[in-house]
């Protein structure tokens, strides 16, 4: 017996699934950025994050696609930099590093999916940028993995670790 997608070894998101600008939501509002760690504390330069956010006014209705592709060849050439569609697909550099370019979310928070070499299945999580009742449930410790820094007016951090003492507080929505 052959082994399935999910039992082999990758990750295989380099191809198809990163397009350029995927982490362009909107200009003028907000940078989210940090790195995905492993749990030896090693950066992670091959995960895919994926994100999904409302719009300011905490609407989760986006538009629909706004990927424009080359009218020659068909080939994906990015986001139409207009229409928010409150999704991006970001992959991580070589050092693990990760930047999104957005608005700010209305509802206090944006979705992530995380995709990375030895995961089977994905994981969710969010980025917080204040306080809310599904924080205040938490421990202060494990709550801080949730919760963005802001490093200067409109930029942010949130770094990932996938495992270990620093572990994001991840979700499970079976």
Request: charged share 20%; hydrophobic share 35%.
């Amino acid at each position: 017996m052959n082994p399935t997608p999910s039992q082999t070894v990758g990750p295989f998101y380099g191809y198809a699934l990163p397009f350029p600008g995927g982490g362009d939501l909107a200009t003028g509002g907000i940078v989210v950025h940090g790195y995905v760690y492993d749990g030896a504390g090693e950066p992670v330069p091959d995960a895919l994050l994926e994100f999904w956010q409302a719009d300011p006014s905490g609407d989760l209705h986006g538009a629909p696609g706004t990927l424009r592709r080359d009218q020659a060849n068909g080939a994906v050439i990015g986001r139409d930099g207009v229409d928010f569609t409150g999704f991006g697909r970001v992959p991580t550099d070589g050092s693990g590093r990760w930047a999104l370019r957005t608005l700010p979310p209305g509802n206090g928070y944006i979705s992530v999916c995380v995709f990375a070499r030895g995961l089977l299945h994905h994981l969710y999580t969010r980025v917080y940028f204040g306080q809310d009742a599904f924080l205040d449930a938490l421990p202060a410790e494990r709550r801080r993995t949730l919760m963005a820094v802001e490093e200067r007016a409109g930029v942010y951090r949130f770094d990932i670790h996938l495992q270990g003492e620093k572990e994001t507080v991840f979700l499970d929505f079976s």
